[in-house]
């Protein structure tokens, strides 16, 4: 008996390991929704040393459902070592309504369930939450402890799909917080419908960085300056990307992946774009790293320019004056063997040396 219970608490002990060494180093990723994952080369992924796609995983529509989306992401991306999440849209109904998280228990119990599904039903690396918030136009503070709503459903969610799969990734992805006047002033304006001097989250959208960081592996702040390079009617750069994503960092103990748009955009819908530079987009991802950041994430592949990938990630001498710093944390993930699931390789053949020393003992 002793034989059998020793080897399988050390497994677990490694494990509980290798997905910490995968969260707390670089991470890589890419967005993928429905066209994106029909046309994305793995090969070029792997190339470019993506770690991990997000993919969008539909609960309603046919089209994109999870159920049809999953399988093909998972199967173009088997033998690769890239890690898959569940791209999940929370407070959103099948006609994109918000669904208020203060009163609407049933909606919210079923999506727990359909994400606790997914995780049962397909051999997914990760989950990320999506629209996990209040809007603008209903902000949180408008309800008492509006943002606790926020944080309970996030810890319902890492409750329910830890207990599946112990060893499953949890992230969310969260609008930027970031201040330009004090904290009262930016409160005042947040309060008037203005954010273009700093955005309080926790006072507008419910999403309390600290207080969720708590139940998330990881948190990913969109931090997106490409729509129209602006928040609000200001304009943004390379310094804000980094100054918001080291907001982030300074107040949470879990790591921080900065979300960086791929392209400038005159609205969300994405009617009228324009694809950034591929030198644009590795000087935003360096300012993530600048910022104290554990990684990116690029929204999206389908609106990204593909000389990106040849590029590698790897800055050249007139593109940035310290090319060097980008790829400081990557050092320490990107030569190591993955196996399938991202797990470093390493870890599992110490397991296997440890499990024959206690049969030999």
């Not at 959208?205 to 207080?211: K, L, S």
């Not at 000389?307 to 980008?326: E, G, L």
Request: with cysteine; charged share 20%.
């Amino acid at each position: 008996m002793k034989k059998i219970f020793i080897p399988i608490i050390l497994l677990l002990f490694l494990t509980i390991i290798s997905w910490s060494y995968a969260t707390d180093n670089n991470i890589r990723g890419l967005y993928l929704n429905i066209n994106d994952a029909n046309n994305f080369d793995p090969t070029e992924l792997s190339k470019a040393g993506i770690t991990d796609v997000f993919v969008l995983s539909s609960r309603f529509s046919t089209y994109n459902n999870y159920s049809v989306i999953l399988p093909k992401v998972l199967n173009k991306l088997r033998g690769t070592g890239i890690r898959v999440h569940a791209w999940i849209i929370c407070f959103s109904d099948a006609e994109g309504e918000f669904v208020n998280p203060t009163n609407n228990t049933s909606y919210l119990n079923q999506l727990i369930d359909d994400i606790g599904k997914i995780v049962n039903d397909y051999s997914i690396d990760g989950v990320q939450l999506d629209y996990v918030r209040f809007p603008i136009e209903n902000p949180a503070y408008k309800y008492t402890n509006g943002d606790e709503y926020v944080t309970n459903f996030t810890r319902s969610v890492r409750d329910k799909i830890k207990g599946i799969k112990p060893e499953i990734m949890l992230s969310a992805a969260l609008v930027p917080e970031w201040y330009e006047k004090d904290s009262t002033q930016v409160n005042d304006l947040n309060q008037q419908g203005n954010i273009d001097y700093g955005v309080n989250t926790t006072l507008l959208y419910g999403q309390n960085y600290v207080a969720m960081s708590e139940y998330l592996d990881f948190l990913m702040p969109m931090v997106y300056r490409g729509f129209s390079l602006k928040l609000g009617s200001v304009f943004r750069d390379t310094s804000w990307v980094e100054s918001t994503t080291r907001f982030a960092v300074e107040r949470v103990n879990k790591p921080v992946i900065s979300a960086l748009t791929t392209y400038i955009s005159n609205d969300e819908l994405e009617t009228s774009l324009t694809y950034m530079s591929v030198g644009d987009v590795n000087r935003d991802i360096q300012s993530v790293y600048n910022g104290g950041g554990k990684g990116f994430a690029l929204f999206r592949y389908g609106v990204l320019d593909k000389n990106f990938f040849s590029s590698q990630i790897n800055m050249t001498s007139n593109q940035d004056p310290n090319p060097s710093i980008v790829n400081d944390l990557d050092k320490s993930l990107g030569d190591v063997p993955m196996g399938e699931s991202g797990v470093p390789l390493i870890f599992l053949l110490l397991s296997l040396i440890l499990i024959g020393l206690v049969y030999k003992h």
